[in-house]
């Protein structure tokens, strides 16, 4: 499946991908609204064997078949080292 990706202004670190074939349009507007000015990164060809950065492959195909598009949230903060978490417990 070709796709695009896009980032946001608003929202550092999170994505959205989108078939190609249908751009924006399965996209909700209020999801649209909270990426600000969109930019898109790069169009990318998606098969099951692809290996990607930071999310799993079959996911991101899954989520743009059911809903038309996928959203990539920045990595959790809460996945700190023990040294920044002590006193937390």
């Not at 896009?6 to 996209?27: C, F, H, I, R, T």
């Not at 290996?51 to 598009?69: H, T, Y």
Request: aromatic content about 8%.
């Amino acid at each position: 499946m070709l796709c695009e990706i896009y980032k946001g202004s608003k929202k550092a670190e999170m994505y959205l991908y989108v078939p190609l074939q249908n751009g924006l349009k399965d996209v909700p507007e209020v999801l649209l609204q909270s990426f600000g000015e969109l930019e898109l990164v790069m169009k990318l060809e998606l098969t099951a064997s692809r290996k990607l950065a930071r999310v799993d492959v079959a996911s991101v195909l899954d989520d743009i078949q059911e809903k038309g598009f996928y959203l990539q949230v920045p990595p959790s903060t809460w996945d700190a080292p023990q040294s920044h978490s002590k006193g937390l417990e």
